[in-house]
């Protein structure tokens, strides 16, 4: 069991537990056209068109990243700046198979592949089907395809579209759900309700392509910890998730929170609350997941196989709370020196 704050220094005194190395969740800093960024495990092409950074899971460190699409169709939630300043644009296949021989030997056969993009489920199936059997003249047994995409994009595929993504080698999304509580959704600007999500995820469930929702711990602003844990529990318990994958309210220049914030209308929950947050949620989620607060972002890094860390990572939790005080966790968090998604 792995609890850490994102400095590791005094949560780490209350539990004896080797800690993890942190996924940084970090885009890759590529900013001129056509050029080759390295990180330890991983490089992208940057396509000519192409102006945004690459951004994937924390826990997809490891995989091939191909750039599909940049920008977001939606581009519009308070507290994302990811995509404002970039267009939306999908690959061409030339584009995409440029991608592929220069990694063609780089990668083994069986590699697995993130779809780099804010959202590019939102491409017609029939060009997601063509990307996919491009991929696989390069990599023909790639282990698996992974994307991020909104709520809106599932909706608006078939369970049959899905399928034959599915059946194609697409196996897993990370969705933006974000909230359960339909009041925190309108207020960070979601473009979606509780039950559009569930819709969502019950399609991904049925189409058995994991799941994989992602939750921000925080989204709600002060005072709003519990309602906003136990209706996120509560909507997840409803479906089958992979992973659950959270990352913690950080508001940054150029996000429709920063200016929200000055004007008075955001007022930021503290650390201390999106712990209790944290805990909340973990009592109330009565799933079979894998919950993952490795991102940067989170208050405390630590991952837990539910439910059988349950009990343990409640007990930790509390203890934590018990032990520090709200000045001391903001401490330890230190929010302000995060600059980004
Ligand atoms: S969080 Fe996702 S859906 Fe919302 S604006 Fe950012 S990229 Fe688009």
Known sequence: ??????????????????????????????????????????????LERFTEPAYRAPCHANDLLLRITQGCTWNRCHFCNMSREHQFLSVTSEELEEQLRYFADAYPRNTPIWFVGANPLVLPT????????????????????????????????????????????????????????????????????????????????????????MYIIGGGGKGTAERNAIRTAELLNQVRCKIISTTGLTVFPGAPFWAMRERGELTEMPEYEKVQELLAFVEHYTGESFLYCLHYLNPLHFTASLPRDKAEIVENLRCFLREHTPEEVEELVNRQEKASI
Do not use: W
């Open 1 to 46: 069991m792995f609890i850490r704050t994102p400095q590791g220094r005094k949560a780490a005194r209350l539990h004896d537990a080797t800690m993890p190395l942190t996924g940084t969740g970090q885009a890759l800093a590529l900013a001129a056209a056509r050029r080759i960024c390295k990180s330890p495990q991983q490089e992208t092409i940057m």
């Open 126 to 213: 029939a060009t997601l089907l063509a990307h996919i059997a491009l991929v696989r003249r390069y990599f023909p047994d790639f282990a698996a395809i992974t994307l991020q995409t909104r709520v809106a994009d599932v909706l608006h595929k078939t369970l049959s579209d899905l399928q034959r993504l599915r059946a194609a080698g697409l196996s897993e999304i990370f969705l933006g759900v974000e909230s359960g509580d339909d009041e925190t959704l309108r207020f960070i600007n979601k473009g979606q309700s509780a039950a559009q999500a569930l819709a969502a995820m019950r399609k991904l469930n049925e189409a058995e392509i994991a799941l994989a929702p």
